[in-house]
Protein backbone atom coordinates (compact mmCIF):
# COMPACT_ATOMS: atom_id res chain seq x y z
CA UNK A 1 0.00 0.00 0.00
CA UNK A 2 0.83 3.47 -1.02
CA UNK A 3 0.68 6.74 1.63
CA UNK A 4 1.39 10.30 0.53
CA UNK A 5 2.52 12.07 3.47
CA UNK A 6 2.44 16.07 3.51
CA UNK A 7 3.83 18.25 6.15
CA UNK A 8 5.54 21.65 6.65
CA UNK A 9 1.95 23.44 6.48
CA UNK A 10 0.90 26.14 9.22
CA UNK A 11 0.57 29.34 9.66
CA UNK A 12 2.34 32.04 7.34
CA UNK A 13 2.08 36.14 7.45
CA UNK A 14 1.29 37.18 3.81
CA UNK A 15 4.32 37.76 2.18
CA UNK A 16 6.31 35.83 3.67
CA UNK A 17 6.95 32.00 2.66
CA UNK A 18 6.01 28.41 3.91
CA UNK A 19 7.73 25.15 1.82
CA UNK A 20 5.43 22.18 2.39
CA UNK A 21 6.60 18.84 1.66
CA UNK A 22 5.22 15.50 0.53
CA UNK A 23 6.54 12.21 0.31
CA UNK A 24 5.47 8.22 -0.25
CA UNK A 25 5.90 5.83 2.03
CA UNK A 26 4.86 2.25 1.95
CA UNK A 27 5.18 0.01 -1.56
CA UNK A 28 7.70 0.69 -3.95
CA UNK A 29 6.68 3.06 -5.77
CA UNK A 30 6.33 5.17 -9.51
CA UNK A 31 4.83 7.77 -10.49
CA UNK A 32 4.83 9.92 -13.99
CA UNK A 33 3.93 12.93 -11.96
CA UNK A 34 2.82 14.58 -8.66
CA UNK A 35 0.72 17.69 -8.07
CA UNK A 36 -0.12 20.07 -5.50
CA UNK A 37 -4.02 20.32 -5.52
CA UNK A 38 -5.85 22.85 -2.89
CA UNK A 39 -9.17 23.20 -1.42
CA UNK A 40 -10.40 26.30 0.56
CA UNK A 41 -13.73 26.89 2.60
CA UNK A 42 -16.49 26.16 0.61
CA UNK A 43 -14.67 25.40 -2.41
CA UNK A 44 -13.94 22.89 -4.61
CA UNK A 45 -10.89 21.43 -5.10
CA UNK A 46 -8.69 22.77 -7.54
CA UNK A 47 -5.24 22.13 -9.62
CA UNK A 48 -2.21 24.46 -7.63
CA UNK A 49 1.10 22.97 -9.32
CA UNK A 50 2.31 19.60 -11.06
CA UNK A 51 5.99 18.09 -12.26
CA UNK A 52 6.53 16.07 -14.57
CA UNK A 53 9.37 13.44 -13.76
CA UNK A 54 10.47 12.65 -17.31
CA UNK A 55 11.96 15.76 -18.72
CA UNK A 56 10.25 17.83 -14.80
CA UNK A 57 8.64 19.98 -17.11
CA UNK A 58 6.19 21.84 -14.29
CA UNK A 59 3.01 23.58 -14.91
CA UNK A 60 0.81 25.91 -12.10
CA UNK A 61 -2.42 27.46 -11.82
CA UNK A 62 -2.46 30.89 -13.07
CA UNK A 63 -3.04 32.37 -9.83
CA UNK A 64 0.25 30.89 -8.30
CA UNK A 65 2.25 31.42 -11.42
CA UNK A 66 5.39 33.74 -10.01
CA UNK A 67 5.00 32.97 -6.50
CA UNK A 68 5.04 29.39 -6.00
CA UNK A 69 7.76 26.54 -7.38
CA UNK A 70 7.07 23.23 -7.28
CA UNK A 71 9.86 20.66 -7.19
CA UNK A 72 11.01 16.88 -6.43
CA UNK A 73 13.04 13.86 -6.04
CA UNK A 74 11.62 11.34 -8.67
CA UNK A 75 13.94 8.67 -7.07
CA UNK A 76 12.53 9.59 -3.70
CA UNK A 77 8.71 10.09 -4.72
CA UNK A 78 9.48 13.31 -2.62
CA UNK A 79 7.75 16.86 -3.92
CA UNK A 80 7.90 20.07 -2.19
CA UNK A 81 5.61 23.40 -2.86
CA UNK A 82 8.24 26.68 -2.42
CA UNK A 83 5.12 29.52 -1.69
CA UNK A 84 6.53 32.75 -1.54
CA UNK A 85 4.50 35.98 -1.24
CA UNK A 86 1.76 34.01 -0.43
CA UNK A 87 -1.88 35.74 -0.15
CA UNK A 88 -4.68 35.40 2.39
CA UNK A 89 -6.65 33.92 -0.73
CA UNK A 90 -3.80 31.13 -0.78
CA UNK A 91 -5.61 29.83 2.51
CA UNK A 92 -6.78 26.12 1.90
CA UNK A 93 -5.66 22.61 2.76
CA UNK A 94 -3.07 21.69 0.43
CA UNK A 95 -3.19 17.73 -0.55
CA UNK A 96 -0.15 16.35 -2.81
CA UNK A 97 -1.48 13.80 -5.26
CA UNK A 98 1.04 10.81 -7.62
CA UNK A 99 -0.23 10.16 -10.90
CA UNK A 100 0.91 6.43 -11.94
CA UNK A 101 -1.61 6.44 -14.81
CA UNK A 102 -1.05 8.98 -17.48
CA UNK A 103 -2.70 11.67 -15.89
CA UNK A 104 -4.85 10.57 -13.63
CA UNK A 105 -3.91 11.47 -9.99
CA UNK A 106 -4.83 8.08 -8.16
CA UNK A 107 -2.85 8.11 -5.19
CA UNK A 108 -3.88 10.87 -2.86
CA UNK A 109 -1.99 12.66 0.49
CA UNK A 110 -4.19 13.44 3.34
CA UNK A 111 -4.14 17.15 3.35
CA UNK A 112 -1.78 19.99 5.49
CA UNK A 113 -3.59 23.06 6.39
CA UNK A 114 -2.31 26.27 4.89
CA UNK A 115 -3.17 29.45 6.64
CA UNK A 116 -2.45 33.24 5.65
CA UNK A 117 -2.58 35.60 7.69
CA UNK A 118 -2.92 39.29 6.34
Known amino acids: QVQLVESGGGLVQAGGSLRPSCSASGRPFSSNRMGWFRQAPGKEREFVAA????????NYADSVKGRFTISGDNAKSTVYLQMNSPKPEDTAVYYCAAATILTLYNYWGQGTQVTVSS
Open 51 to 58: IVWSGGRT
